[in-house]
Each structure stands twice: as structure tokens, then as C-alpha cells.
């Protein structure tokens, strides 16, 4: 097998015998043995001759020549040889959306059983945040419950205002619906958790003040409109201000103060639609839920209670 590879290096890049330094170059130049200029090209590849014990034997009684094309750089991935596939999805279209009728129409053709489809990339990425997301949402969410329930003492409000957190989707999905943006993973998924802390600050305000007005001897009705009442001020200022502070970005607004312009659909601004879009939408459906819900929920749970104290009396 050496006298075979030593033969096609003789006719490709020649074999190595070593290397010299001239003294005006800093690097080695190699030294190789190739055979004469007119000689190197393929056709001759099978008719040289190799020299043998029983003398010069033509390459063909070693192999056998089969034309194929050039295989380039072999890749791997964990051991394996993997072939790379790259593509853009055009424009108007949504990677993800793309991705899975790809991975649709792979199920449907029934690759072979020993080749391994993997989506990487921007796929791989948005993949990697959403379960990101997903762990960090789910701790908050335990985090939250944990300090509602020590700050209350009772598990029915700190899930009271964990469920304002879910009703409060309903109006993120219904303004990225209006603004017709998608629900990217990324960024309405910060906007989600942003927008929770704001929900869950409201209500623990309000839940607080109707404990406030249950120790001072009110009945759950009145404790309820006077909680609502007193806080209705501070809750709606706080979603009014965040609103109007995120109406720019909503409505893709730049304003040049410089050149006193304005500008609607600046490309900076559309990275930061889709948050702005779930915090302002969210905030519009949970602020009149949470000064109606959360009360009239509060009076039901303690009256609710005391008719189940009485029952048991």
C-alpha cells in the first residue's frame, strides 16, 4: 500500500524527501519528488507503472478507477459525518412557521433510518430561549406564589393573583392580534414576565388594602368597594404611565429631537414591538380586572368562608 501511495504522489504533489531554508527566506521551502510536467494529469493515472519484486506492474492490477465527484472537507458532528443545508426564509415569512412544515414534510417522506435531521441555526437558537424562558417563567411564577402566600397567609389570594397573571394573556394575544405582530419567543416572552410583575404588584396593592379594611371590623362587601376605591388611583396612574411611555415603540415611532422630525416604521424600533406590544395590551386588560375581578373575588372567597365556618358552628 505504500508503493501504491508513493506512485499517486508522484503524480499529483509529488513525495516529500525533506526541506531547505535559503538564506534569504525565513521559512523552508520542501523538497519533492514529481514526475516531469507532461506527465501529471489523470489519464496517466492508469497506465503508471509501480515497480515491484517481478517488476513494473500497472496500476490498474492494484485498483480499480472509478471517476466520482469531489467530496471536499468531511464534516463531523459527535462522530458522525454531518452534512450542512443552509437557507433564509424569505421575506414576509416566519422562520418558525417554516421550520415546521419542513419538519412536516420529513416525516412524510421517510428519510433513511440512519440519516439524522437536525435543525440548527436560528431554529436551534429560538429553541434553546423558549426553554429558557419557560424555566424562568416557571420559577417566577413559584417565587411569586411563595411570597404571596407568606405575606397573606392564605393560599386563595395568592392564587387569586396568580390567575390575573393567566387572564391577562388574553389581552396580550389580543394586541399582538390587532398589531398584527407574531408571538416571537424572545421578546414577547420578556414582555410576558415584565408585564407579570406589573400584574402581580397591582393586586398584591389591593389585596393588601382590603385586608387592611377587613381588620378594621368591615363586612366583605364594603371592604371590597373601599379597597377598589382607594387604590383605583394608583393602579390605573401606574398602567396609564407605562402605556403612554410604550405607545412610541407600539406605534414604531422615532422622534429626532435634533432635527425636530419624527418618524413612523424606523427600522430601530422593530426590534422592540413585539415587548412593547405585550406590556401595553396586557396592561389595558388586566388594569379593569384587577379593580373589578380581584376585589368582587376577594368578598366571594371571605363570604364564601365564613358561610362554611357558620355551616360548621
Known sequence: MPLLGDGVQLLTDGILLGTYRPVHVDEEVDIRLR??????????????????????VPLAHFAELVPVPATGMIKRRDGQRAYTIEADAA????????????????????????????????AEEQEEAARFLRQAFALSLFLMLALMVTQFNRFSQA??????????????????????????IVMSGIGVLALAGIVVNNNIVLIDSYNEQRRRGLDPREAALRAAAQRLRPVV???????????????ALTVDFAGRDFYLGAPVTSFWIQLATVIAGGLVFATPLTLLFTPTMLAWFDRRHRGVSEDAA
Not at 94 to 114: G, H
Open 35 to 56: 514526475l516531469p510536467p507532461e506527465q501529471r494529469h489523470l489519464q496517466y493515472l492508469a497506465g503508471l507503472s509501480l515497480p515491484t519484486a517481478v517488476g513494473l
Open 91 to 122: 421575506p414576509g415569512l416566519l422562520v418558525d412557521r417554516q421550520v415546521r412544515e419542513l419538519q412536516a414534510w420529513l416525516e412524510q417522506a421517510q428519510p433513511d433510518p440512519e440519516v439524522t435531521v437536525s435543525f440548527r441555526g436560528e
Open 159 to 184: 392564587f387569586l393573583v396568580m390567575s390575573a397573571i393567566v387572564f391577562s394573556t388574553a389581552g396580550v394575544l389580543l394586541a399582538l392580534l390587532a398589531r398584527g405582530e407574531p408571538f416571537g
Open 237 to 251: 396612574l401606574t398602567a396609564l404611565t407605562t402605556i403612554l411611555g410604550l405607545l412610541p415603540m407600539v406605534l
